[in-house]
């Protein structure tokens, strides 16, 4: 039963534009909700988090909404950068400290 | 936030053998918990292995397959054992962060493949 959900397998988009990802999940005992950045041969790395007390936290170029009624959240990333170019994977924790994470979403960023 | 020293990076094994994944980290941690990542899917947790207690297992996964070890608050083990070709996936090892709020750090990874 997959309890986070990351609908798009894919996104692409110009360098410089702005980024959306976007995250379902089902289980209202979520309290955190995570992002990562992965690259090939390498292990995920944190991006930025999101208490369900909050809706917005931002980090430098990186924003995470959430909609808590919607079960629903986003990563903005702006402006975009050939860096960028990754699998972007949505998590999210309980209490208990285990993560669930999304199927991922594999970034291109083009000139 | 912790760094995660995780050997070996990618390993060849035939059927039938078995296969330990070391995870050294560079502080105590209390917590420390195995993923697998199979081929085109998303992370998925096997167990959470804390010291001086029997790791707790995930559904769908059991500890005579996938054995673990805590000997201490800085180091865990993880082992496949009796590989089958299904088991070819990417094992990483990932401890929580100071607080919540720092995310978890996860190893380099493990890429096995079951021949």
């Known amino acids: 039963d997959q309890q986070v959900k990351q609908n798009s397998p894919s996104l692409s988009v110009q360098e410089g534009r702005i980024s959306i990802l976007n995250c379902d999940y089902t289980n209202s005992m979520f309290d955190y909700f995570l992002w990562y950045k992965k690259y090939p041969a390498e292990g995920p790395t944190f991006l930025i988090s999101?208490?369900?007390?909050?809706d917005k936290n931002e980090d430098g170029r990186f924003t995470v909404f959430l909609n808590k009624s919607a079960k629903h959240l986003s990563l903005h990333i702006v402006p975009s950068q050939p860096g960028d170019s990754a699998v972007y994977f949505c998590?999210?924790?309980?209490?208990?400290?285990?993560?669930?994470f999304g199927a991922g979403t594999q970034v291109v960023v083009t000139p | 936030s912790a760094v995660i020293s995780q050997k070996p990076s990618r390993d060849i094994c035939q059927r039938g053998t078995s296969l330990t994944i070391q995870c050294q980290v560079d502080s105590q941690v209390t917590m420390m918990f195995w993923y697998r990542q199979q081929p085109g899917q998303s992370l998925t947790l096997i167990a959470t292995?804390?010291?001086?207690?029997?790791?707790?297992?995930e559904s769908g996964f059991v500890i005579d397959k996938f054995p673990i070890s805590r000997p201490n608050l800085t180091f865990s083990t993880l082992t496949v054992s009796n590989m089958s070709p299904e088991d070819s996936s990417i094992y990483l090892c990932s401890v929580e962060g100071p607080s919540r709020v720092d995310g978890y750090t996860f190893g380099s990874g493990t890429r096995l493949t079951v021949v």
């Open positions: 998590a999210a924790s309980d209490s208990w400290g285990k993560l669930q």
């Open positions: 292995a804390n010291q001086g207690s029997e790791a707790t297992y």
């Open positions: 999101i208490s369900s007390i909050k």
